[in-house]
């Protein structure tokens, strides 16, 4: 099993930054994939940005250029930069890692709010 633990979200103005957080333990054999994916209400939950273990990234359209994913393998820490935020930005943030073991799908973290006021 793993374990993430997120922190970072919060209220903020738009145009404004927030730094998200998650960070992996317990069983840990090779986080691959390590993401954050989005669900606004009423919504289906987004990938909104990934890393891989050799740092190639992937961005949803909508927030490239605004949002910055990064990683500390060394910590098995994901981040999410995120600025110019838009009141669209408004969502739950669920880390997401995944490795050669455990589900398919990966493993989630409990999520984070994320609400950007206009």
């Known amino acids: 099993q793993v374990q993430l633990v997120e922190s970072g979200g919060g209220l903020v103005q738009a145009g404004g930054s927030l730094r998200l957080s998650c960070a992996a333990s317990?069983?840990?054999?090779?986080?691959?994939?390590m993401g954050w994916y989005r669900q606004a209400p009423g919504k289906r939950r987004e990938l909104a940005a990934a890393?891989?273990?050799?740092?190639?990234?992937t961005y949803t359209d909508s927030v490239k250029g605004r949002f910055t994913i990064s990683r500390d393998n060394a910590k098995n820490t994901v981040y999410l930069q995120m600025n110019s935020l838009k009141p669209a930005d408004t969502a739950v943030y669920y880390c997401?890692?995944?490795?050669?073991?455990?589900?398919?799908?990966?493993?989630w973290g409990q999520g984070t709010q994320v609400t950007v006021s206009s």
């Open positions: 997401n890692v995944r490795q050669p073991i455990g589900p398919r799908e990966g493993y």
């Open positions: 890393i891989t273990k050799d740092r190639r990234t």
């Open positions: 317990g069983t840990i054999v090779s986080l691959n994939v």
